[in-house]
């Protein structure tokens, strides 16, 4: 008796010597794929403009040795929200996933909370912080809250 074959499988002589094929049914993988670009999530428009400003300012300032030396396109950041209040939410979710991104990024971060304050992004940070991560970044973090403690 003939081993069962798969739902979906479509019989290719070519296949297998002879045998039904095994693989799916091509109209399964055109469902699946379907399915995987349904998936695909938009992004508004001024959250990916501030996402590809923050990646800039990443780019330019990553081989600057002095965060002094950094601050002016750190502001850039900092002026587009400012300039923009109504986009708070997006910014804020920018900012948020800038948390769980390399150290360098945690700069920036940090550069926009000294004014922003925002307690939404505080407190992912929190939540980062109290996860088992490396030390390091652990206390560039730690510097990010930093605010906290100004006098």
């Known amino acids: 008796m003939a081993p069962e074959e798969p739902e979906g499988a479509e019989p290719s ?3 297998n010597g002879g045998g039904p094929s095994r693989l799916p049914s091509a109209r399964l993988v055109a469902a699946v794929a379907e399915l995987g670009s ?3 999530v938009r992004v508004h428009p001024e959250e990916q403009s501030f996402r590809d400003l923050c990646a800039d300012i990443h780019w ?3 081989r600057v040795i002095s965060l002094r030396d950094c601050e002016p396109e750190f502001q ?3 002026d587009y929200i400012l300039a923009h209040p109504e986009h708070r939410e997006l910014y804020a979710a920018v900012l948020r996933d800038m948390v769980h991104y390399r150290v360098g990024s945690h700069y920036l971060l ?3 909370m ?3 304050r925002w307690p939404e992004v505080a407190d992912t940070v929190r939540q980062r912080m109290a996860e ?3 030390n390091s970044e652990y206390e560039s973090l730690r510097e990010v809250l930093s605010y906290d403690h100004d006098g």
């Open 114 to 116: 000294r004014t922003l």
């Open 76 to 78: 850039r950041a900092l």
């Open 110 to 112: 940090g550069y926009c």
């Open 38 to 40: 349904l998936a695909v």
């Open 132 to 134: 088992d991560i490396h």
């Open 13 to 15: 002589a070519a296949a």
């Open 60 to 62: 330019k300032t990553e």
